[in-house]
């Protein structure tokens, strides 16, 4: 298993354009979380999935962001109709819920967005 | 609301001199786990070292230790014989045990330069 894996690595867009990005999660990881990071700042929780089901999604996440984790696998993040204060890092990150509190979690190296 | 505080946006040490990076975090919770993560440039996000609130021990990792105040809400990193590849943005980061999210809360980080 080669770890989180995130894909594209940089992904710059004009404005209004729709983007996806894709997530493939460690694979005995039923845990899927997706963080945004702007320049100079922490990461912040944007959704997260157990399995297949998209248990929490932040204020953060606007209607123009839908996630999705079909069959529990990878995940896709997509953001319809771009902003440019959508340009930021998207993190991926993965865990197992027994072990998550002890271990944190096993992040991807994320997408960076930039809106042009 | 639980925030986490790194009141140091950049420090800078020479190789192998030791040096502490702050964090406090605010939290209403008494069971939690405290987490420092380390972003190398371009790079993924990895764990360094963790804490779990109800041990008065403070952890240590090889050269990495914390200092866990609990009273003070203080989780302080002290990085020893500092390395070159020490480099990087330091995430303090705190989650509470009986979090079902599983939500990790980042600081703003601190960023490190270790000189030669």
């Known amino acids: 298993d080669t770890g989180v894996s995130q894909d594209p690595r940089h992904k710059i867009t004009k404005r209004g354009q729709n983007v996806t990005f894709r997530c493939d999660p460690i694979?005995?990881?039923?845990?899927l979380y997706w963080y945004r990071q702007t320049l100079g700042q922490g990461p912040e929780f944007l959704t997260y999935f157990q399995n297949e089901a998209q248990l929490e999604k932040s204020r953060l996440l606007s209607d123009r962001f839908s996630a999705e984790r079909p069959k529990g696998s990878f995940s896709t993040l997509e953001i319809q109709r771009t902003e440019q204060g959508d340009s930021a890092m998207y993190l991926c990150?993965?865990?197992?819920?027994?072990?998550?509190?002890?271990?944190?979690?096993?992040f991807g190296s994320g997408t960076r967005l930039t809106v042009v | 609301a639980q925030t986490v505080t790194q009141s140091q946006p950049e420090m800078s040490v020479q190789e192998a001199e030791t040096v502490t990076l702050s964090c406090t975090y605010d939290t209403s919770e008494s069971n939690y786990y405290l987490f420092w993560y380390k972003q190398p440039p371009s790079r993924q996000m990895i764990l360094v070292i963790r804490?779990?609130?109800?041990?008065?021990q403070n952890a240590t990792e090889n050269r990495f230790s914390v200092n866990f105040q609990k009273a003070a809400k203080s989780f302080s990193l002290k990085i020893s014989d500092s390395q070159l590849g020490d480099t990087a943005m330091y995430f303090c980061a705190f989650i509470p045990i009986y979090n079902q999210g599983g939500k990790l809360i980042f600081g703003q980080g601190t960023e490190l330069s270790v000189k030669p």
């Open positions: 990150a993965s865990s197992q819920t027994l072990t998550e509190p002890l271990y944190g979690y096993t």
């Open positions: 804490q779990e609130a109800y041990k008065q």
């Open positions: 694979s005995e990881h039923n845990r």
